[in-house]
């Protein structure tokens, strides 16, 4: 069985390959890129390394030939994949892909107004539709984007600014979602079916900025705002309204109008959603937020200097 993954460079593709490395010979693994090179060391270890891009149809389905199986990681243009999953599904159509796993988000129900939703809701379906075997992982969010993006700045700046106030969701680990899919794709048993990935437990951005303040040794305050203030928080770090390709700010990867509607969500209660799907798909629990932040302590300390340093006027 040939496992092929599309945008297999970025991090949730690698981890992906390096994990099923594990279990498949790299003869089995067949990586899709846009930039093939930033692949060549699984190249080297004898993975099938092509050229594919979403926004390209004719070039994917090409690069898809002899696929049994596709991840289909979901894009990075928020609010605007539409086009691009659709070209995903169809070229893996056209090359006789037979089971597609998709990189979905949580609670992607129509109602939800979070615009990364919007697209991953008609991606699924479409998916649906398609004639192919599928299966769904709604991720949660990343729990990464709390030490990577979040954690730094309201460490930075003792504040968490949200608005989201007493709504929850339950911040999974990239690595979690990454084993998920992969006892999926090696897997029986799992067409038609949707899974909701989260970690542990049901978190607030409240809890969040405590559990900042208690991994830090700072004191975090919780600044209650609406969209009008958020979106000025945005800006002010030079976040764009809409997304840019390969585009990172301040680590911070994402679009305003992205970031906005999800918090938007979160408050209304969209993204409070607990499930035990990481444990019956990989065998154990969810790690947790506070231990991947306590086990990056020092990583989130220095990020936190850098941004102090870099943006000092900011609020
Ligand atoms: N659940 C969450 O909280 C959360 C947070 C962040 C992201 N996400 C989603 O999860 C995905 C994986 O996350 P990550 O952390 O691995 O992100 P990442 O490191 O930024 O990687 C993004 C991936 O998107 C692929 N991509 C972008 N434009 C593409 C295009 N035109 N055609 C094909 N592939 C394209 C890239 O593939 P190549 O460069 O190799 O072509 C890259 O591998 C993201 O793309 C996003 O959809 C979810």
């Known amino acids: 069985m040939l496992i092929a993954i599309t945008g297999a460079s970025g991090q949730f593709g690698r981890l992906t390959a390096e994990l099923l490395l594990d279990h498949i010979e790299p003869a089995?693994?067949?990586l899709i890129s846009r930039s093939p090179e930033k692949l060549a060391d699984f190249a080297a270890r004898g993975c099938s390394v092509r050229k594919g891009d979403f926004d390209d149809r004719d070039g994917l389905t090409a690069a898809l030939a002899g696929a049994d199986r596709m991840l289909m990681i979901s894009g990075t243009r928020v609010g605007f994949r539409e086009p691009q999953h659709t070209n995903a599904v169809r070229a893996a159509q056209a090359a006789g892909v037979g089971h597609i796993v998709y990189t979905s988000f949580i609670a992607a129900d129509p109602g939800n107004p979070s615009l990364a939703v919007k697209d991953h809701l008609f991606t699924e379906t479409l998916l649906h539709a398609s004639g192919l075997e599928w299966t769904v992982l709604r991720d949660a969010q990343y729990a990464e984007a709390v030490l990577d993006a979040m954690g730094p700045l309201v460490v930075a700046t003792g504040r968490m600014t949200s608005l989201a106030r007493n709504g929850r969701m339950a911040f999974v680990c990239r690595q979690d979602c990454v084993a998920a899919a992969v006892a999926v794709l090696l897997?029986?048993?799992?067409?038609?079916?949707?899974?909701?990935?989260?970690?542990?437990?049901?978190?607030?951005?409240?809890?969040?900025?405590?559990?900042?303040?208690?991994?830090?040794?700072?004191?975090?305050?919780?600044?209650?705002?609406?969209?009008?203030?958020?979106?000025?928080?945005?800006?002010?770090?030079?976040?764009?309204?809409?997304?840019?390709?390969?585009?990172?700010?301040?680590?911070?990867?994402?679009?305003?109008?992205?970031?906005?509607?999800?918090?938007?969500?979160?408050?209304?209660?969209?993204?409070?959603?607990?499930?035990?799907?990481?444990?019956?798909?990989?065998?154990?629990p969810p790690r947790s937020l506070r231990d991947l932040l306590m086990a990056n302590h020092d990583q989130l300390l220095a990020a936190a200097g850098a941004m102090r340093a870099g943006h000092a006027s900011h609020p």
């Open 28 to 30: 089995s693994l067949l």
């Open 187 to 284: 897997g029986q048993g799992h067409a038609g079916k949707t899974y909701n990935i989260t970690g542990p437990e049901l978190l607030s951005y409240g809890d969040v900025g405590r559990l900042l303040a208690d991994v830090s040794g700072q004191p975090v305050q919780f600044v209650d705002t609406d969209a009008e203030g958020l979106y000025a928080l945005f800006d002010s770090l030079g976040i764009p309204r809409q997304p840019v390709d390969n585009l990172v700010v301040s680590n911070v990867p994402w679009n305003s109008d992205d970031m906005v509607s999800f918090e938007v969500a979160v408050r209304d209660g969209h993204f409070a959603i607990l499930s035990d799907d990481v444990e019956r798909l990989t065998g154990r």
